[in-house]
């Protein structure tokens, strides 16, 4: 070609300009550049009085370790699993989950390009918490650790079986309740049979139809018994399968609530149980109602702790305005406690 060896001149966002090299035999030229900020740029290329020009966009480069969806704030005696992301780590790497840059929580392996680890805190304050990965990759965040002010039992006590991985990513965005509509256990029936209860429930919403839902896993993050006792269910980093919006946190009280009102021991759990995630998650104010997507009646101020009627046509649940389960008690005794 006629421009064989001719130099090729490169300016970029009208202000830097360098050479770009010479054209090639084969009319083909070649020049490499690294940008060091994201952002849209402008590319001229000239060559003698001939320039086209060219808009692209530049990106961050992928982050090697993060955290993902971190707790702002979490108790004491309480397992929490730490979730995070990679690039460019093969399955199986090892990854070190530090506190306070001296302290070894976990020691998680990478899988599908992310990782988790359960961790646990004996002592309140502020902690820095540090993922570490090989040379001088890392990330960290800062975390609360409060007195631990209601025991969550874990999911481990009633299954083996974990949430699917496959399930959705959450960032919950509030909390629906619900009831479970099974007969009432005493307030003082045996942990045996609260464990057996929560297994039944499964079972209902796993089992392929007509014998049940189908779902992947329980559609509720908890439940509460009426002995008050709380039971993780599914996993809080999943979306569950409880009001068909399924954007926040599912809470279940075990019992059918349409005409018989929640025990004492249901309500303080569910104003201690609602504190803690809304001081985990960084919800807002639980009683000021909010434009919020719905199943069935498109958008409605709803206030962050609402009911599964409020977004379903349903009757769960229980009665209307939730007096049964005192709904507008637990956003008031909630915000008391923020």
Partial sequence: PEDAGKTLTLTIDNRFTTSAGVVNPDGAWRFEFAFQQPGNRLLKLSLEDQSVELTIQVVPPPVPLSFVRTP???????????????SGYADGSELVL?????????RPRVKDGQWEAPVLFNQTGKRLIEIIGSGQDRAQFELSVQRQTIRVWSRSIWTLDITP???EDLEPQRITFHHTEYPNL????????????????RRFHVDPPP????????????VIMPSGRVYEARSQ?????????????????????????????????AVALCAKLFRRYGLGDPVT????????FGIKNLPLICGHRDRVQTTC?????????????IRRAVKSRL
């Fill in 165 to 167: 991985a496959e399930v």
């Fill in 237 to 269: 980093l999943k979306r569950g399968a409880h009001d068909k919006v399924n954007d926040g946190l599912g809470i279940a009280f075990d019992g059918n609530y349409t005409s018989q009102t929640i025990t004492q021991a249901q309500f303080q759990s």
């Fill in 211 to 222: 014998a049940g839902r189908g779902w992947s896993d329980i559609g509720y993050h908890f």
């Fill in 98 to 106: 530090l506190a306070d840059k001296k302290y070894e929580l976990a």
């Fill in 289 to 296: 109602p909010v434009p919020t997507p719905t199943a069935d």
């Fill in 317 to 329: 649940p229980g009665s209307a305005a939730g007096r049964t389960i005192r709904l507008e008690e």
């Fill in 72 to 86: 702002k704030v979490v108790e004491t005696q309480e397992i929490v699993v730490l979730f995070g992301r990679t």
């Fill in 186 to 201: 005493p307030i003082n029936a045996s942990q045996s049979a609260e464990v057996e209860r929560l297994r039944q429930i």
